[in-house]
């Protein structure tokens, strides 16, 4: 293979920029060609492909969102634009794709890869929703843009004695909140894998108070319910003043973590070898700190599980 393409699709991560920049240099040192698709599949089908050379990527390791930019396309989901993408991708060359994103995007290579151009993913999300890795490159640097929020949250909670329920984001996953709750000792942590009823959060809250606990903290995946339907629920059953955060978009930006920088270049670095070794249809992730390579179909199949193991701790931490 001589000329590789690269996209970022779906939501954006922190990290994005280092995975475009260890396929361009990876694909680079081994004499490879690698063109640039912007915003994602509608880029593909629009032909907005751009070489990319050493320089195109200096200066980007450190910044968040994507130099490519992203989008999510209704009309690339259609037969008929899956085959203009291919048609702008065979006229331009291109041979093999990498594709830095969550299971949307995964979806969108598979058919590609059914069309005849090789696929690799790369899992990019900051909800680390995807099976085959321990972790998506993003998921880091959101997680600690959620702590810092969250022990800002905290001064205040204590100085005006109150109970807060801030919303993190995940879609129908609860890493995000899981992660976060047991980095800042909350009190109670709701998650789609694990459900709750609001009236066990209650309980825990009242027998708190009794304690004497003048805060509390509840981390809420948006998976669940909205953090304004969890607070009006607490504010009627119980005497406690409750605040509701929803922390949004902050979630998803900012310059990456250190671990993200370095999955995201051990990530794309891999996805570009894959192809070197004519593989396809392959999703990188981590295992144990090894890198490895799945095949798209049985990731796509399967679910990402939650460390219930943390879960249950995190309960036994919060009592
Ligand atoms: O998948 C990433 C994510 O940020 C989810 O956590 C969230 O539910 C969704 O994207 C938000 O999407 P949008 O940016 O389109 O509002």
């Known amino acids: 293979m001589k000329r590789i393409g690269v996209l970022t699709s779906g939501g954006d991560a922190p990290g994005m920029n280092a995975a475009i920049r260890a396929v361009v240099r990876k694909a680079i040192y ?26 195109s990527v200096g200066d980007i390791i450190h910044r968040g969102g994507t130099i490519l930019f992203s989008a999510r396309s209704e009309e690339f989901k259609t037969d008929e634009g899956q085959k203009k993408a291919v048609e702008q991708l065979k ?13 949307g995007s995964f979806k969108g290579a598979q058919k590609l890869t059914e069309k005849g151009i090789p696929c690799i993913g790369v899992p990019g999300t900051i909800d680390n929703d995807i099976a085959g890795t321990d972790f998506t ?8 843009t959620i702590i810092e929020a969250v022990d ?23 890493d995000l909140a899981l992660w976060a709750g047991m980095s800042v ?6 998650i789609p894998e694990q459900k709750e009823e609001f009236s066990e959060v209650v309980d825990r809250l009242n027998r708190g108070h009794k304690r004497g606990k003048k805060h ?16 009006k629920y607490i504010e009627e059953t119980t005497d406690l003043e409750t605040r509701v955060t929803v922390l949004g978009h902050i979630q998803r930006g900012g310059s ?64």
Do not use: C
């Not at 909670?157 to 109970?163: F, I, K, L, Q």
């Not at 070197?276 to 490895?292: A, E, T």
């Open 30 to 55: 081994h004499d490879m060609e690698v063109f640039g698709v912007k915003n994602g599949f509608y880029g593909l089908m629009e032909g907005n492909f751009e070489r990319m050379h050493l320089g």
């Open 91 to 103: 006229k331009a060359g291109i041979e093999g794709l990498v594709v830095i994103g969550g299971d």
């Open 137 to 144: 490159v993003g998921f880091d640097t959101s997680l600690n």
């Open 152 to 174: 800002k949250v905290r001064d205040t909670a204590t100085s005006h004695e109150r109970t807060y329920i801030i919303e993190v984001m995940g879609r129908n996953a609860g």
């Open 185 to 190: 000792g909350a009190e109670s942590i709701l």
């Open 216 to 231: 509390s903290i509840i981390l809420l995946a948006e998976g669940v319910a909205s953090g304004f339907e969890v607070g």
């Open 256 to 319: 990456p973590t250190g671990q993200d920088r370095v999955l995201a270049s051990r990530l794309g670095a891999a996805a570009v070898e894959l192809l070197l070794d004519n593989k396809s249809s392959r999703m990188v992730g981590i295992r144990k700190n090894h890198i490895i390579d799945n095949d798209m179909d049985d990731i796509l199949n399967q679910k990402h599980h939650i460390n219930s193991e943390m879960f249950q701790l995190s309960k036994e931490l919060s009592i």
